[in-house]
């Protein structure tokens, strides 16, 4: 099984700051089959990119999404009061398909 | 617009089962693999299962092989999760995913609203 693990747990900043958040693979995830999501409370995952840096339709350029290999970065270039919310990646290259644990990012 | 619908959720017994529904529209249902994925309260998400768009081949975690399945009615264009065998660690909302392709390479960029399975004596 390829573990993703998350990092950090939480992220705190304020609005128009940079977040960058770590995804890092046990195993190396061929051909960037990584997606990263994002969920607001009592809300559905919201695919945001896939492929490791391709953004789903629809989601604005400040996100954006880096990486090969088993080490991706999720990247939001200024935040919105919108983006604060919990990211989730995924490989779905392998079965079991994995998810990592979640980073929340948080108002300061 | 794709859009997905789940249904099935509720209160069983440990040793019970549930059958969940997933009712799609918008898109060529048989043409796109379709995926189960849960989340338990206050935690993370999990996979559970995937199954190509023809309904051939089936993904299962390790957690539920052997006690759910997963399958589909393309001419109803609705996906089903058949649980069995069910615990208190099955208890999570249950989130129906559109995956962008016909197998699990591809990721899933469309999600039913969930519906929950709480399991409890």
């Known amino acids: 099984e390829n573990v993703l693990t998350q990092s950090p747990g939480t992220l705190s900043l304020s609005p128009g700051e940079r977040a960058t958040l770590s995804c890092r693979a046990s195993?190396?995830?061929?051909?960037?089959?990584l997606a990263w999501y994002q969920q607001k409370p009592g809300q559905a995952p919201r695919l945001l990119i896939y492929?490791?840096?391709s953004r789903a339709t629809g989601i604005p350029d400040r996100f954006s999404g880096s990486g090969s290999g088993t080490d991706f970065t999720l990247t939001i270039s200024r935040l919105e009061p919108e983006d604060f919310a919990v990211y989730y990646c995924q490989q779905y290259v392998s079965s079991p398909l994995t998810f990592g644990g979640g980073t929340k990012v948080e108002i300061k | 617009e794709v859009q997905l619908l789940e249904s099935g959720g509720g209160l069983v017994q440990p040793g019970g089962s549930l059958r969940l529904s997933c009712a799609a529209s918008?898109?060529?249902?048989?043409?796109?693999?379709m995926s189960w994925v849960r989340q338990a309260p206050g935690k993370g998400l999990a996979w559970v299962s995937t199954?190509?768009?023809?309904?051939?081949?089936?993904y299962y975690a390790d957690s539920v092989k052997g006690r759910f399945t997963i399958s589909r009615d393309n001419s109803k264009n609705t996906l089903y999760l058949q649980m069995n065998s069910l615990g208190a660690e099955d208890t999570a909302v249950y989130f129906c995913a559109h995956n962008s392709g016909y197998d699990h390479y591809y990721a899933m960029d469309v999600w039913g609203q969930g519906t929950t399975v709480t399991v409890s004596s």
């Open positions: 918008g898109f060529t249902f048989s043409a796109y693999a």
């Open positions: 199954l190509t768009g023809s309904g051939g081949t089936t």
């Open positions: 195993q190396s995830v061929s051909g960037s089959y």
């Open positions: 492929g490791a840096s």
